[in-house]
């Protein structure tokens, strides 16, 4: 699905593209493409710049096809193509030409094909910790403290002696008196 979802936000980038270097690059020739009123290079300008700002949202899906830029891309598309449906045909207010009427398919094609796409998708699970993470760790161990003994200060000879002392002992125990 996530192919299907590219391939068609690059088709409808590549129009997108076209109309909008159209618009500013030959202004005074795609105006009657676009509309049947009076010529203002503000007003095709600004649709130019609105068709460049779709290209960037279409190609960050593209690039990167999270569900919230492609439902945005969606509505886009959408909207745009109801509201030439409405100029085009019933408030004749946008000529009825080849140019315009194949965008509007292809505009409006595209959003549905999306839009099947995305509920057709399946939902990708939420995120689930790594299994050393699940495993269920064991309870920390309770150590007693083992009590250590007393520095004595003797000397270090002195030390020496009272070893061998203790090592006579344990050899006299086993002895009897």
Do not use: C
Not at 158 to 171: F, G, L, N
């Amino acid at each position: 699905m996530k192919v299907h979802i590219q391939v068609n936000l690059l088709i409808a980038a590549a129009l997108y593209l076209l109309w909008a270097l159209t618009l500013f690059m030959g202004q005074e020739q795609a105006h009657p493409l676009l509309s049947t009123g009076p010529y203002d290079a503000v007003a095709n300008s600004m649709f130019g710049a609105s068709m460049f700002a779709f290209v960037v949202l279409f190609i960050i899906g593209v690039l990167n096809p999270i569900k919230e830029i492609v439902y945005a891309s969606i509505v886009a598309l959408a909207f745009l193509g109801l509201v030439a449906l409405y100029q085009m045909f019933l408030s004749d207010g946008m000529p009825q030409n080849p140019a315009t009427f194949f965008s509007l398919v292809i505009t409006l094609a595209v959003a549905a094909i999306l839009f099947f796409s995305m509920i057709q998708a399946p939902v990708a699970p939420a995120r689930r910790r790594p299994a050393a993470a699940r495993r269920a760790r064991p309870a920390p161990r309770k150590v007693r403290a083992i009590p250590r003994k007393k520095a004595s200060r003797r000397a270090p000879a002195t030390k020496k002696r009272a070893k061998k002392k203790a090592k006579k002992k344990v050899r006299t125990r086993g002895r009897s008196r």
